[in-house]
């Protein structure tokens, strides 16, 4: 059997080049590296990959006191939401030679907590977290230990952290305006969890924009999770309130917290013989890829989730360059309407 290769050193790289190992270890710091020639930067970086040159980020960390990684916390890798924003995310971490150390924390519930203490074992420079509720307690501890922290999609509920968000108010103001416009006097909700910033907002959201038109809400049901299972259950749940399972439902329009709770709507509407939009029209929100593919294409607010991502790790970058105690920052970031074939005027 081979034995395998001993990693390349970084003085072992600097005598190839015939350089100190100085030199090489600016070229290698996103920080330092406007020290040294264009030139010598170019055969630096060469070198370092005809060899295959890592840099060794624990004796970085021992040395400078900064490991250069960053702990990012999603709650469910597999809700198409977050791809795009770990994308901005790695992005723009890569630019400042930075790592992202990622967390899936949707595997159980005491995932954050394990997560949160072997990143912090890893020493990690800061976190970017997506997991967060309303009032959690670890985060709450977290943030007493001074760790630079900016919440992404989510809030803390309390406004202590800094955050990258979308206007969940305005989305759903597109949203009833556009169903509104259609001529839909009565609009449901399917809202999202309210122990989660999002499903709190996007619910408060939709009725401020029903009172804006001068309506009620015709229903509104809370679901358990940003999931198409909850979609199901929330959905049945509206379609059977009051005994009215079998009767025409008293609403001609749905508002779904995320294109997830929709298609589980969806689903439940095309069992029951209720078409969509014929007789009941039906948005999401997200926007998440291929809904443009399902019969009929759903209707859904487009949130900027690449944007998201990197705004949120520029600035957790930011952060770590400052002194800390820095006031917290929230971005909005504006949401847009795409209207499809899942909405329509409503039927006579």
Not at 180 to 208: D, K, N, W, Y
Request: net charge neutral; glycine share 8%.
């Amino acid at each position: 059997m081979a034995s395998k290769q001993a990693p390349v050193t970084i003085e072992q790289l600097a005598a190839h080049l015939g350089v100190h190992k100085s030199t090489v270890s600016r070229a290698m710091d996103p920080a330092r590296r406007h020290m040294i020639s264009a030139e010598l930067l170019q055969r630096v970086e060469t070198a370092a990959r005809e060899l295959g040159w890592q840099p060794n980020r624990a004796a970085a960390a021992l040395s400078t006191g900064k490991s250069r990684t960053v702990g990012v916390l999603l709650p469910d890798i597999t809700n198409p939401v977050f791809p795009p924003i770990l994308r901005g995310i790695e992005d723009a971490l890569e630019s400042e030679g930075y790592f992202a150390l990622l967390a899936n924390t949707a595997r159980r519930e005491d995932a954050v907590h394990q997560a949160v203490a072997q990143m912090r074992q890893q020493r990690v420079d800061g976190f970017l977290i997506a997991s967060a509720t309303r009032d959690d307690d670890w985060l709450r501890g977290l943030h007493k230990t001074g760790s630079a922290i900016v919440l992404v999609n989510r809030t803390d509920g309390r406004g202590e952290l800094p955050a990258v968000l979308s206007d969940d108010l305005l989305a759903m103001r597109l949203a009833v305006e556009h169903l509104a416009g259609l001529g839909h006097r009565h609009i449901a909700h399917l809202a999202g969890p309210s122990v989660l910033s999002t499903g709190m907002t996007r619910r408060l959201g939709f009725e401020q924009a029903l009172r804006e038109q001068g309506l009620e809400p015709a229903g509104i049901a809370e679901c358990e999770a940003y999931s198409i299972d909850a979609g199901v259950a929330a959905m049945s749940a509206l379609l059977d309130a009051g005994g009215r399972r079998k009767t025409r439902p008293p609403f001609t329009a749905v508002v779904a917290a995320n294109d997830l709770i929709a298609l589980g709507a969806l689903q439940v509407l095309k069992g029951r013989g209720i078409a969509v939009p014929e007789q009941l029209s039906l948005i999401g929100h997200n926007d998440m890829p291929l809904l443009d593919q399902i019969s009929p294409p759903l209707s859904s607010i487009r949130i900027q989730h690449y944007e998201m991502g990197f705004r949120a790790a520029r600035l957790l970058l930011e952060a770590l360059q400052q002194t800390p105690g820095s006031s917290a920052a929230t971005v909005l970031l504006r949401p847009t309407l795409i209207a499809r074939a899942s909405t329509q005027a409503p039927p006579a």
